[in-house]
């Protein structure tokens, strides 16, 4: 058998996409409150007030607020031993400046942790998601600003000292290295630069972006000591969007190429988390792209003494990297790139590369030697829910099972692999395109697009399967 004993086998999901009740128990809004629905090829439009005839998806999303306790039922049945989830900053703090947290906020997440409890899981929470108070983009614009340090710890010293006893494990940020590149500016920090309006074409101010990247260093590093003095059995990890890129030919020039989109997309945020120091390669890129990082003193030693107990990732796709502009690209989670003539890809174009996990689990271990979990992964699909409210999802089935086995496989190779919570566990909405439509779940949410329908949820074919997998350890893939 290889999955150890007490592997952690659950789901994810995060606040601004699933919870809903966007402006019920006090909440603020939130950055991601701002955003219009879009499609596959309509980006979101990013609004600073709530115009008439837009929608916006987040407000309601799966409506967790309202259905916790039947969503962590069918949780608990599928047998899941984690929960990734995570709470919404605005919940607690509406504004980010207030001196008192909300009350209110706060116990909607108490008893979304007993009923996980009650349940026989775990909490995995993510503290901030894609989503910081708004105020805090009106007033500071974001990240870029190094106020949002000391507003995070505080934010964090209450979530720690509320809930010491209710969750062991926490991640500081999510995908904290889309930061590296422009969709991150407003998705991942906040940043909201005069004459943006569109969620895939932000005005965008590099340097803004790295010092706000830098900001987010020293917030998470002063969370994880935080941490760890409140309650030493805290694990709180590190979570990157991993991003496999490959040379798309063996010419030098295209590994040299690649090479660099690896260092700077996926290893510059997760070695500053992991190992406590900027990379050597920062300097160059820096000094390329004329960003001067503004650092305080015992800014280095922070980041030395913040150091994560975990690396976390996301995993859905990989793609090409060639110095030839005539190549046919294809998208992906947060970049696309040049495609691969030996995958397939999901109906967004995501290509599908269960190998991949395996090398990338590898040499993630390799360089960190610190345990990990692939904390999102699955197949973004549309679902046809049929009659008797069936949806037979057999190629989500063939995704997981997939990725599972090279889980397996990465295992036997020697890779210190801890858990696995495929995204989107019950159905959310996306968060590059808004829809409802493009589903990742085991369990069918009944809402289209705009917000229309029941919401009664309904177990797919796909819940059948993970249940017997979890309960198998990962030896019943069938
Ligand atoms: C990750 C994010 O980038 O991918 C999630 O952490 C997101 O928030 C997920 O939902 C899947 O992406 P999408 O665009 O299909 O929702």
């Known amino acids: 058998m290889s999955f150890p004993k007490g592997f952690l ?5 995060a606040a601004n996409q699933y919870e ?19 499609t596959h090829t309509t980006p979101r439009k990013i609004t600073r007030t709530w115009e008439d005839g837009l929608y916006y998806p987040n407000h309601i999303a799966s409506d967790f607020y309202h259905h916790y306790k039947e969503d962590i039922a069918l949780m608990g049945e599928m047998g899941f031993k984690v929960f990734r989830m995570s709470i ?7 504004k980010g400046i207030e001196e008192e947290p909300n009350e209110e906020g706060l116990r909607f997440y108490d008893e979304v942790f007993d009923e996980l409890h009650k349940q026989g899981m775990e909490p995995l929470v993510t503290i901030s998601h894609y989503e910081s108070p708004f105020y805090l983009t009106e007033k500071y614009n974001g990240w870029a600003s190094r106020e949002l340090v000391d507003l995070y710890v505080k934010y964090c010293n209450v979530i720690f000292n509320r809930y010491k006893d209710k969750v062991k494990y926490w991640l500081t940020f999510n995908e904290i290295n889309c930061g590296t590149m422009p969709l991150g500016g407003y998705l991942g920090l906040g940043i909201l630069n005069e004459g943006t309006t569109d969620f895939m074409n932000q005005k965008d101010d590099p340097q803004l972006r790295f010092q706000g990247l830098h900001h987010q260093f020293i917030a998470s590093a002063k969370a ?13 990890g590190c979570m990157i969007a991993f991003m496999t890129s490959y040379p798309y030919s063996c010419n030098p020039k295209d590994v040299l190429k690649c090479q660099k989109e690896m260092q700077m997309g996926n290893y510059y945020c997760g070695d500053v988390q992991v190992r406590g120091e900027y990379p050597y390669f920062a300097k160059q890129y820096w000094k390329e792209n004329n960003i001067q990082i503004q650092m305080e003193e015992g800014d280095e030693a922070l980041l030395k003494e913040g150091k994560v107990d975990f690396y976390s990732f996301s995993y859905y796709m990989t793609n090409c990297v060639s110095t030839d502009p005539n190549l046919e690209g294809i998208g992906g989670n947060l970049i696309g790139g040049v495609k691969n003539p030996y995958l397939k890809a999901s109906d967004w174009g995501w290509q599908i590369d269960p190998d991949g996990l395996r090398y990338t689990l590898n040499e993630l271990y390799a360089r960190y030697q610190v345990p990990l979990m692939v904390v999102e992964n699955g197949l973004g699909a549309f679902d046809k829910l049929e009659e008797g409210n069936k949806v037979h999802d057999s190629y989500r089935i063939d995704y997981l099972r997939e990725h599972i086995k090279c889980m397996e496989e990465a295992i036997e190779d020697g890779v210190d692999l801890i858990g696995y919570t495929p995204w989107g566990c019950i159905d959310l909405v996306s968060a590059s395109t808004g829809e409802m439509g493009k589903r990742y779940g085991f369990v069918y949410v009944d809402s289209d697009d705009y917000g229309n329908g029941s919401f009664n949820r309904y177990k797919k074919d796909s819940f059948t399967w993970y249940k017997k997998v979890i309960a198998s350890n990962g030896e019943n893939l069938e």
């Open 88 to 94: 919404a900053w605005s919940r607690i703090f509406p």
């Open 9 to 13: 086998w659950g789901g994810a999901t």
């Open 20 to 38: 809903g009740g966007w402006n019920e128990g006090g909440k603020g809004p939130s950055t991601a409150d701002m955003l219009t629905n879009g």
């Open 224 to 236: 994880v000591k935080l941490g760890h003095e409140i309650n030493p059995d805290f694990k709180i």
